[in-house]
């Protein structure tokens, strides 16, 4: 079996360190801190599947990305761009994003599944069904907003 996301996580900070990349080093690090955090939140101590893994760093990259965009709304040049910098590192953990056309195919068989499922093909009522479908066959590879908005559209 492949070593895990985490496993890869580990061994890339240090390489990073050893490298004396400070920028990738104390990104991953953040990074294994918030894998941390999340094993310890609730009840009890759990081990993540890559997919949780997957959920922390697409989350981690969305708030890098935000942080950039208000930084450079507030004139902060050199701020968003360690934030873009950090962004495009936890990018390279992440699975290739889907194009468009992808994210349609995704979309189309959601509400084909549905259609099944009802017996008539679903309209706006049923969209919480189609999006959960959707997202499972995205497999985080795009965002709930894109999600949603394709759904939409062909609904």
Known sequence: MPDSLKDRLRADMTAAMKAKDALR?????MLMAAVQKEEVSGKEARELTD???LKILSKESKKRGEAAEIYTENGRGELAAKEHAEAQIIDE???TPLDNAELAEVVDTAIAQVAEELGHRP???QMGQVMKVATGLAGGKADGSRISAAV???L
């Open 93 to 95: 953990y992440l699975p």
């Open 25 to 29: 080093t104390s990104t991953i690090r």
């Open 51 to 53: 997919d949780d893994v």
């Open 123 to 125: 309209g706006m009522k």
């Open 152 to 154: 939409k559209a062909r």
